[in-house]
């Protein structure tokens, strides 16, 4: 049997695991793995400037097709303490990453040994598992259980922890006789799924809910076909958006109290029957829960039994991994059709178009400074069916899924349940990285992009392209709008006047300079006829330089975006909607007038 180091065999269960990419930053602690990285081949590997970052690019790289697993890799104590945000982003919305750090010799972990830290304790609640391996003959077992349950049921991160003298251990491993487990998802039965139709069949206004669990299944395509065959119209969640296009006229709008449509919820509250997949009822996508259920019956299909009944009580709960199930949904529906035995949907979902073309908010603005709506109405102009957006949370975010558009899975990239700022571009580094070749478009309030601005030297180094939206109004835009409710405003204001850009007034931070610094490109946007051509400019630059390109906009300091504090029936249009078509130019339907 071949002899090999322990790190050195993880090295090679990886690359039959799939991986072709990591990243990480190198330390004394995880040295021997760096070793046998380098020894082996196989794996590129991106430096990160930060080890959170690390963990994010790892992320945006597992989220950005259908099959990757993302690693990420740090040293021993602090660098997995701070891979921990990422490792919780990833267990909130069903990511698989494996975090892989180093960790002082075995002998000494009890003696409070430099950088010795018990992180396999502190990773186990915002990880599927957490473990040190304390004998060497135990890591390939650890790696190999590692993928299986990072691909079985639930998606979900794992962290394996190395102590170093297990890492240099020489062990008998033969990578040849090496085999994945085989991967386990429950599966609906045929009777589970034609109860699910009959009940669909005898409402009157039924929605499908397709969530982010659709994605993770790869199973858009069987969503789109069991929607069209029944004619029922489809809101997609914020982490399912782009499973069936924005322009399909099934498409019935993002539903909740803030990144969502005016018709949408409009739709939603019209409806007698949701049939959600791979969805979990977040908390701002439903609102209030009397609201949201009243009057309509609910059938939930998740992957994870324990999210069944979990937010309310569905009528009929369906464990099952999604495309399993929408594998039968389409078998029955099929069958129902040649019958003659589906009922016709298409007053109702004509009824949701209408809305659609009805119910809008406005973009067009030519204020001076800009408003954000009106980066967002751009970026449609300039940003094409096939761009990725990446982006995490605050206004901007809010904003941006209620006025972008998107027509592909995988094509927005959204941190949804945790929501760290930061994350927008070490995240966008890995989507890059996996789509190398694609328009990976970035969006950030200045807060966010602030956070970890440092991950820009990671895309001058690696010569990793993207477009960065950057809009900046110098305020903590949400946590400002939420203050609102307590009538203060206060630590929430980022002005001041910098005293080696006095032309920034008291916008404070000169992002062009900080990026410029940092090896990459930037362009800085104060009007709005400016907007499109810098857009332009960004695309050309990040293909003749290969680095990422900020656009920065300068907008006005206070704008409140549309969202409810309690329910999907209350939602505060802060700003002007839509009275006429030249309100919202680039609406995916043009605004009808009664």
Known sequence: MPRMTAARAAVEILKREGVSNAFGVPGAAINPFYAALKASGGVQHTLARHVEGASHMAEGYTRAKAGNIGVCIGTSGPAGTD????????????????????????????????????????????TKAATTVLEAAQVPGVFQQAFHLMRTGRPGPVLIDLPIDVQLTEIEFDPELYEPLPVHKPAATRKQIERAVELLNASERPLLVAGGGIINADASELL??????????????????????????????????????????????ESDFVLGIGNRWANRHTGKLDVYTQGR??????????????????????????KAALELFVEVARELKAAGKLTDRSAWAASTQERKATLQRRTHFDNVPLKPQRVYEEMNRAFGPETRYVTTIGLSQIAGAQMLHVYKPRHWINCGQAGPLGWTIPAALGVATADPEGTVVALSGDYDFQFMLEELAVGAQHRI??????????????????????????????????????????????????????????????????????????????????????????????????????????????????????????????????
Not at 101 to 110: C, D, E, I, K, S
Not at 228 to 235: A, D
Not at 478 to 505: C, H, K, M, T, Y
Request: hydrophobic content about 45%; some cysteine.
């Open 224 to 269: 789109v076909e069991f929607a069209e065959l029944t004619g029922v119209p489809v809101v997609p969640t914020l982490m399912g958006w782009g499973i069936l296009p924005d322009d399909h006229e099934l498409n019935a709008g993002m539903v909740g109290l803030q990144t969502s449509h005016r018709y949408g919820n409009a739709n939603f509250l």
């Open 297 to 322: 019956t609910f059938v939930h299909v998740d992957i994870e039994p324990t999210q069944l009944g979990k937010i309310f009580a569905p009528d009929l709960g369906i464990a099952s991994d999604a």
């Open 465 to 594: 392209p993207y477009v960065h939206v950057l809009v900046n109004n110098s305020y903590l835009g949400l946590i400002r709008q939420a203050q609102r409710n307590f009538d203060i405003d206060f630590q929430v204001n980022l002005e001041f006047e910098n005293l080696n850009s006095p032309e920034l007034g008291v916008y404070g931070v000169d992002h062009v300079k900080v990026v410029e610094g940092l090896g990459c490109k930037a362009i800085r946007v104060t009007e709005p006829d400016q907007l499109l051509p810098a857009f332009e400019e960004a695309k050309k630059l990040a293909a003749e330089f290969r680095v990422p390109v900020v656009v920065e906009a300068i907008l006005e300091r206070v704008t409140n975006i549309a969202m409810s504090g309690t329910d999907i029936a209350s939602v505060n249009e802060f700003e002007d909607i839509a009275t006429d078509p030249s309100h919202a130019p680039t609406a995916i339907r043009p605004l009808t007038v009664s």
């Open 83 to 126: 891979m921990i945000t990422g490792l919780y982003s990833a267990i909130a919305d069903s990511i698989p990453i494996l975090c892989i750090t180093g960790q002082a010799p075995t002998a000494v972990l009890h003696k409070e040994d430099f950088q010795a830290v018990d992180i396999a304790s502190i990773a186990k609640p915002v």
